[in-house]
């Protein structure tokens, strides 16, 4: 059974830092690039950030290149998002996924946690 967990969500004032948790299980974590997406409602989701399989290879979006890390730890089955200098435009549920290809859009990852929800006030 897949399954992808998130944490680490909340508030946080603008300026402020939030590390985002991933937990998998059910497949080989190891063989899986790994994204994480935010969504606002009414809005697209959105890749944020993805890593690849060794950790070597980091994408990040314009708007928060610089100021987010993306890590894994396969020994764990673990992906974590660190978020610095956060503002309020961050506000969205992050959710994290999986992918066996270097996708970035959604249609290209196969597994998803339900997300969490980070707030960023002014």
């Known amino acids: 059974q897949v399954q992808l967990v998130e944490s680490g969500g909340g508030l946080v004032q603008a300026g402020g830092s939030l590390t985002l948790s991933c937990a998998a299980s059910?497949?080989?974590?190891?063989?899986?690039?790994m994204g994480w997406f935010r969504q606002v409602y009414g809005k697209e989701r959105e890749l944020v950030a993805r890593i690849s399989r060794s950790a070597i290879g980091r994408y990040y979006s314009d708007s928060v290149k610089g100021r987010f890390t993306i890590s894994r730890d396969n020994a764990k089955n673990m992906v974590y998002l660190q978020m610095n200098s956060l503002k309020p435009e961050d506000t969205a549920v992050y959710y994290c996924?999986?992918?066996?290809?270097?996708?970035?859009?959604?249609?290209?990852?196969?597994?998803w946690g339900q997300g969490t929800q980070v707030t960023v006030s002014s």
């Open positions: 996924a999986a992918t066996t290809w270097a996708a970035l859009s959604p249609s290209g990852y196969s597994y």
């Open positions: 059910g497949f080989t974590f190891s063989t899986y690039n």
